[in-house]
Nanobody
Framework: QVQLVESGGGLVQAGGSLRLSCAAS????????MGWFRQAPGKEREFVAAISWSGGSTYYADSVKGRFTISRDNAKNTVYLQMNSLKPEDTAVYYC??????????????WGQGTQVTVSS
């Protein structure tokens, strides 16, 4: 079992930055790839970014590539999402997830409760 708690969301102006954190408890955190997803009002939850269990591989949705950076610290059982050059369309509830597998076959198996990010124009 992995329990996930996100933090760091808030209100920011367009062009600004936020750093989300996801603290994990459970012995198997470092065995999982981790991902960030988001859900805007009236829309389906969508993939944002993922990082391998070692941190050596990452991939991103095209909509955030070059603006967002995912990282992890296995010693602290924490995964981060640095978000720069934020746009109003980035407004959503952001969720972290522990993944089973890697790449296009990866499936979220544990979810956090989410943290709200609001970007004003």
């Amino acid at each position: 079992q992995v329990q996930l708690v996100e933090s760091g969301g808030g209100l920011v102006q367009a062009g600004g930055s936020l750093r989300l954190s996801c603290a994990a408890s459970g012995r198997t955190f470092s065995a999982h790839a981790m991902g960030w997803f988001r859900q805007a009002p009236g829309k389906e939850r969508e993939f944002v970014a993922a990082i391998s269990w070692s941190g050596g591989s990452t991939y991103y949705a095209d909509s955030v590539k070059g603006r967002f950076t995912i990282s992890r610290d296995n010693a602290k059982n924490t995964v981060y999402l640095q978000m720069n050059s934020l746009k109003p369309e980035d407004t959503a509830v952001y969720y972290c997830a522990a993944l089973a597998g890697w790449g296009t076959d990866a499936l979220p198996v544990y979810w956090g409760q989410g943290t709200q990010v609001t970007v004003s124009s």
